[in-house]
């Protein structure tokens, strides 16, 4: 009866046994044919998404993660085929959808990027011209075929602010085809910052071979002056020197571009030999030849020319019309140490035409210390104001009578009148304008409006101010932060900011703790603009829910333009904000944090 039972619990056992093997094989293979049936998947997908036939991608993998909910790489496949067909909408609830689930991939730089590239492939089918700017300032992020279409697209824009935005984003693609699409814009293009833009992106993105083309560009007639200087420079960079020969031929040649080219090859190179040909080049029958001819042999600052003195070369140019040209040849004279040309100076300083004047201020704060005595004695009593106020800035940046200058440049922010920075010769100094001096050509071309001009010229004389640790800078700051809220003027700040500016900063952070929110803004604003300071990225983030749309857009614009990894999830909450426009600003942020 015993081995009965007993026989009868070994049956039981085994058939235990066999039903748990039976059912483990099973589950094996089901588990088998799953993981085969999402590779299938993964692979029909990806190769949809390859050959750009991004709705079918789009309709498989939605199939395939109703199938599969908790796949993480069906999951980024279905929210990059949402990318590429721009859905903005299903990608922003992918995305949410991804991030509950996979909270330890959410942040993950693949997944960022496809999010951001679809809300800026959706901006790309909108007409609003915000849609579109933001489009291309971003487009370097894309390197695919649709994108190259976009930039050539953007080339024939109605609006020049687009164009040199999509020649910006040329440089990340470096391609043949864009570079060909340029040189056909160049042909056409009256915007004179537009040309310089796709001057400078053709010589950095094609080089050596570009250096034809921008010969070519050069004999053009209708070329602007600061046109004709940047394509030189780019032609003459990466060459340590020039032949005798070489210059000769340029000097001599019946071409005026090419003698232009000549007369910038002196002052480039610091050449004091062979001055023969520049001596000629004074005489040209060209202004703009005579000009630079004249300017480079102030650079050089030599006292003889083939045995005659500067001072007996100079005389007949003095003494001559052309008011430009007989400023430009007293400031050789002093610059060769003709002292007794400085009181031909004194007299442009006095001329009735106040852009003469000014050009000779100019002249004078390039000079210093070469012409401190002229600056010292007119910085407090000429009666032009900006005058004055050139000469003062000038002696503060060399330390000089810094006490009676900081008064000068104090009193003339008390009150303060519309001013611009105007490139000045010899180029590239900056000198202090009044606005309405400024051509209309050039106002028009800028399309930056008065206000934005007047408020970078007082933050660069307060910044001025600061560096000198002038006590009534804290003050003037203070007004300026709280009187001024052009984000247009915040944005251009900071490339004007010298080198030297931290007491600017401490004093800027100062205002951190400001009990006016529009303070603490504007002070971060500024202080994450120049350097990444995360209690100023901190105090932008807690301010973007208590402003209107117009400061959060420049909240996210200065987050993407620090471009801290840190700066992620709070970017990822900008971009589902109902307005499109701040959707693009926060993608295109997004983007470049990504990329930093």
């Known amino acids: ?59 498989l993998s939605t199939q395939a993660i109703e199938s599969f909910p908790y796949s993480s790489n069906l999951r980024k496949l279905y929210i990059e085929s949402l990318s590429s067909i721009g859905s903005e909408k299903k990608l922003l609830r992918a995305w949410q959808q991804f991030s509950r689930d996979f909270p330890d991939q959410k942040y993950e730089d693949q997944v960022l990027e496809l999010v951001a590239k679809g809300v800026l492939h959706y901006a790309e089918f909108s007409e609003p011209y915000l849609s579109k700017q933001y489009r291309y300032a971003v487009s370097d992020a894309f390197t695919d075929a649709s994108s190259v279409e976009s930039l050539k697209e953007a080339f024939h824009d109605s609006n020049f602010a687009v164009r040199e935005m999509a020649l910006n984003a040329v440089l990340s693609h470096g391609d043949d085809v864009l570079c060909d699409e340029i040189v056909d814009l160049l042909e056409r ?81 610091g050449i004091k030999e062979n001055l023969d040909l520049l001596k000629a080049m004074i005489y040209d029958p060209i202004l703009d030849v005579r000009i630079q001819a004249l ?48 009181h031909c100076f004194r ?110 010229v007082q933050f660069c004389l307060l910044n001025l101010l600061a560096v000198l640790e002038d006590p009534r800078a804290y003050g003037a700051i203070s007004d300026f932060l709280e009187t001024h809220h052009s984000n247009a003027a915040l944005a251009s700040m900071p490339q004007f900011i010298r080198a030297g500016s931290a007491q600017l900063l401490d004093l800027i952070c100062s205002f951190f703790d400001h009990p006016d929110l529009n303070k603490r803004i504007q002070a971060a604003a500024l202080v994450a603009m120049l350097k990444k300071e995360e209690k100023a990225l901190q105090i932008l983030y807690d301010a973007y829910p208590q402003v209107d749309r117009r400061l959060k857009e420049m909240i996210v614009t200065i987050v993407g333009q620090i471009g801290a990894k840190d700066s992620i999830p709070f970017l990822m909450e900008a971009i589902y904000e109902p307005s499109q426009s701040m959707r693009i600003v926060a993608a295109s942020s997004l983007m470049q944090c990504i990329r930093s």
């Open 347 to 456: 007299d442009f300083l006095y001329h009735s035409n106040q852009k003469i004047r000014l050009q000779a201020a100019s002249l004078i704060g390039y000079s210093l210390p070469y012409t401190q005595d002229l600056a010292e004695e007119f910085f407090q009593t000429h009666s032009d104001k900006y005058v004055r106020l050139n000469l003062s800035a000038q002696l503060l940046v060399h330390r000089v009578r810094v006490k009676e200058a900081q008064d000068q440049v104090f009193d003339f922010l008390q009150h303060p009148e519309t001013a611009q920075f105007k490139a000045s010769m010899p180029y590239p100094m900056e000198t202090i304008w009044p606005v309405q001096l400024v051509d209309n050509f050039e106002k028009q071309i800028s399309g930056v409006p008065s206000m934005v001009h007047s408020e970078v």
């Open 189 to 269: 293009e009256r915007m004179p910052s537009v040309r310089r833009k796709a001057l400078e992106v053709l010589i950095r993105v094609k080089g050596e071979e570009a250096k034809p083309i921008a010969e070519s560009m050069l004999k053009n007639p209708n070329l602007s002056y600061f046109d004709r200087l940047s394509l030189i420079l780019a032609l003459l960079d990466g060459k340590d020197s020039m032949e005798r020969s070489e210059l000769e031929q340029l000097a001599q040649s019946s071409q005026a571009i090419e003698r232009l080219i000549a007369c910038y090859t002196y002052a480039y190179y």
């Open 1 to 59: 009866m015993l081995n009965i039972q007993n026989l009868k619990r070994s049956l039981l056992s085994c058939v235990r046994l066999l039903l748990v093997f039976f059912v483990a094989s099973n589950l094996y293979s089901d588990q088998e044919y799953d993981s085969a049936k999402e590779k299938l998947y993964r692979e029909k997908i990806s190769y949809h998404l390859l050959i750009r036939n991004d709705t079918e991608a789009a309709s």
């Open 295 to 342: 300017t480079s042999l102030g650079h050089l600052r030599i006292n003889q020319i083939d045995g005659e003195s500067v001072d007996a070369l100079m005389q007949p140019i003095i003494e001559g019309e052309n008011k430009e040209l007989s400023l430009l040849a007293s400031w050789v004279c002093m610059l060769s140490d003709c002292s007794n040309q400085k």
